[in-house]
């Protein structure tokens, strides 16, 4: 069954750096999504990629984040100088509208800024 | 706007009861989805179901059961028979659909089931 891969699992980093999570979603889809879930705390929407451009975008997803879709496969997430804040497990998902519109999720990006 | 409440925060039970994870929400649409994901302890967001507001009739899979109520705004869960795989975080989400490229889904904020042995 195809999925939605994410890479890395888990990244350490220093306040400060710049950190690209990865994603690759579901070869068909056309729409791309990254979610955050601090822990213990609900999924919130950040962004919607949609045709080479964010399509919306939250409040939390400020200057400080980007998104990217380099080639014809991979869908990035750029957070340009982290904060203790960040510290969240980052969700990548794609959909077919095609095929009725559900949201299929990645396994997640466990990101720690210390 | 959109809002999805889980008004139960965790669940015990034990195992071989049935529970029920209520969902409540709010839209102003008139077109709308349902969702339910899972979420193990290993933290993945499993797809359970999608329900789209023009039809309302109750799903059964296997020991889930879905309860869909337009007149009072409610998508509730029911699992039969638990087990403790069940033992999870279940989220509701929300979708409208008054624009496609704003389709983007609203959790609750989930509710902690526990199943004992």
């Known amino acids: 069954e195809p999925e939605v891969t994410q890479t890395p699992s888990h990244q350490v980093t220093q306040m400060g750096q710049e950190v690209i999570l990865r994603c690759v979603p579901i070869?068909?889809?056309?729409?791309f999504y990254w979610y955050r879930q601090i822990l213990g705390q609900k999924v919130e929407f950040l962004v919607s990629f949609y045709n080479n451009e964010i399509s919306e975008k939250s409040e939390i997803f400020d200057d400080q984040f980007s998104v990217e879709r380099p080639d014809g496969s991979n869908f990035t997430l750029k957070i340009r100088s982290t904060k203790l804040e960040d510290s969240a497990m980052y969700f990548c998902a794609s959909r077919d509208r095609a095929a009725g519109n559900t949201i299929y999720f990645g396994e997640g990006s466990w990101l720690t800024v210390v | 706007a959109q809002k999805v409440t889980q008004a139960q925060t965790e669940i015990s039970v034990v195992e071989k009861e049935d529970v029920t994870l209520d969902c409540v929400y709010e839209t102003r649409d008139t077109t709308y989805y349902l969702f339910w994901y899972k979420q193990p302890p290993s933290g993945e967001l499993v797809f359970l179901i999608r329900?789209?507001?023009?039809?309302?009739q109750n799903e059964i899979s296997g020991r889930y059961s879905w309860n869909f109520q337009k007149s009072t705004s409610s998508f509730n869960f029911t699992i039969t028979a638990s087990q403790v795989v069940d033992s999870a975080v279940y989220f509701c989400?929300?979708?409208?659909?008054?624009?496609?490229?704003?389709?983007?889904?609203?959790f609750g904020s989930g509710t902690r089931l526990l199943v004992r042995p």
């Open positions: 070869s068909n889809h056309l729409y």
């Open positions: 989400a929300l979708s409208e659909d008054w624009m496609d490229s704003s389709y983007k889904l609203i």
């Open positions: 329900r789209n507001s023009f039809d309302e």
